[in-house]
């Protein structure tokens, strides 16, 4: 999360930093071992039904800076009379030194942090000077980067916080208006984590109707390659075609966070909404993101890895988005059979990890209050489902718990069914918990809601299922 206004960022609950950080440690054999992806020689095409109305491809000259016509630098500790520390509590300097934002000669850009000998961070924050992007009335507007993370991981990794997204552009002069104008965050990553958070900040803050200074964020993990071995492609889909209006986050084509505007009041999104963006790219060492893994950086963080971005681009649609892959809304679960939990099709607030559950694979974790996944397409057929099974699994202190909700088709609907989650041994001691639920028929969207009156993380889950 970029955090501009100065308010200190809420810090992620210990648990949430452990699993992931645990989360991909098994993926530290293979980043570094993985090959380097190439950059692409120009951007691919853009898909049928869109028009590309920016690009830059960073081709020039190997130690050069960037083009000025389309990028101006973001220089020291904050903008003019802006928070300090760009309201994040990071520690850097920035600079528009070729020693921090280059060219490589090879078709991308770097950006680089470095540390002096007296321990002091310098690193690169760029933005458009273009500020008036925005979907056409009725139309979609998709901004993406092909971007590899900076290769470092672990210890090594301790501070490191790259991130390519975008801010409302009455930000610009007035740098105290955060977050009511809005911003999307379609990159960020921290501590060398194979892990990508993508986040929508609006409303006021603290708290507010989009939950500041955390926003309404999903995150998901490079496959293939990790985020730090490889070139994966970046996106953000803003969709007003659909009803309600829709913003998507992709990676490497596939969605996973949809944010809408019926999640938020009519005021809230319009303010956030109404006006063009500018985007932004930069490396910052420290600040409240790190802080809630672990922190940095210190001294065992090695500078020196830049981010690589192959080119940015931004697309119009006057006809509504498709440039990305669908979430898997199938339509063909079975409410009977065993609903895996980490085959959500959005969420909130939920990581996946590995589980020692019967059967292996993978289960939901670090849930916590107000937090949410959303399974597409659950037929209950003609015979009305009247119980839930939850396979989960608590390791939080004595008498931290709450409840796990079922709602069909709109997250805010009523609940049809829940129960509660004590203690259960372990974050890894598996029970299955059944429940009494309204009669259900038919096919629906199931959204599982985690509700809690304490902000600690309380439950895991491995698998749901219907039963009658």
């Not at 109305?53 to 800076?65: E, H, I, K, T």
């Not at 959005?346 to 292996?360: I, L, N, R, W, Y």
């Not at 659950?378 to 709450?402: I, L, P």
């Not at 009156?453 to 009658?468: E, Y």
């Amino acid at each position: 999360m970029k955090i501009t206004s100065g308010i200190p960022p809420r810090r992620r609950p210990l648990r949430r930093a452990l699993v992931a950080v645990l989360g991909t440690m098994g993926l530290a054999v293979a980043a570094a071992t993985a090959a380097t992806l190439p950059a692409n020689a120009s951007a691919p095409a853009p898909p049928s039904g869109w028009n590309q109305v920016f690009l830059d491809d960073f081709n020039g000259p190997a130690g050069s800076g960037v083009d000025t016509g389309n990028w101006q630098y973001d220089l020291g500790t904050g903008y003019p009379g802006g928070a300090g520390n760009w309201g994040t509590g990071e520690v850097e300097t920035m600079t528009s030194s070729t020693d921090n934002v280059s060219l490589d000669g090879n078709g991308n850009l770097l950006i680089t942090p470095r540390r002096d000998g007296s321990g002091h961070w310098t690193s690169g924050r760029i933005e458009t000077t273009r500020g008036d992007f925005q979907p056409q009335a009725g139309g979609a507007l998709r901004v993406e980067a092909r971007i590899q993370m900076p290769n470092v991981t672990g210890a090594a990794a301790k501070g490191y916080w790259p991130a390519f997204w975008m801010l409302g552009t009455p930000y610009r002069g007035n740098y105290w208006n955060w977050p009511g104008v809005g911003e999307l965050d379609i990159m960020e990553n921290v501590q060398g984590l194979n892990t990508n958070w993508s986040t929508m900040h609006c409303g006021t803050s603290p708290d507010g109707p989009c939950h500041e200074t955390t926003g309404i964020g999903g995150s998901t993990s490079c496959t293939g390659a990790t985020c730090q071995a490889g070139f994966h492609t970046y996106a953000v889909e803003w969709d007003r075609s659909t009803s309600p209006e829709e913003i998507r986050f992709s990676l490497d084509g596939t969605t996973f966070h949809t944010v809408r505007a019926n999640q938020v009041d009519a005021a809230t999104w319009a303010n956030a909404t109404n006006h063009g963006y500018f985007v932004i790219l930069n490396v910052a060492m420290g600040g409240g993101f790190p802080d809630a893994f672990g922190g940095g950086p210190d001294g065992g963080t090695e500078p020196g890895h830049p981010m690589v971005v192959d080119y940015v681009r931004v697309l119009q649609s006057s006809g509504g988005g498709g440039g990305t892959t669908p979430p898997p809304s199938s339509g063909n679960r079975n409410a009977y059979d065993r609903i895996e939990a980490e085959s959500f099709d959005s969420q909130s607030g939920v990581v996946t990890e590995a589980t020692t559950d019967s059967g292996g694979g993978q289960n939901i974790g670090s849930l916590a209050n107000g937090d949410w996944a959303l399974y597409k397409g659950v037929d209950f057929g003609s015979s009305a489902a009247t119980q839930f099974y939850g396979r989960v699994a608590n390791g939080a202190a004595q008498g931290v718990g709450g409840l796990v909700e079922v709602r069909l088709d709109n997250r805010s609907n009523a609940p049809i069914g829940s129960f509660a989650v004590g203690n259960t041994g372990g974050w890894q001691n598996w029970q299955t918990v059944p429940a009494n639920i309204s009669p259900v028929t038919g096919t629906h969207d199931v959204y599982l809601t985690f509700t809690s009156g304490q902000p600690n993380d309380f439950v895991n889950v491995n698998w749901f299922s219907f039963g009658h």
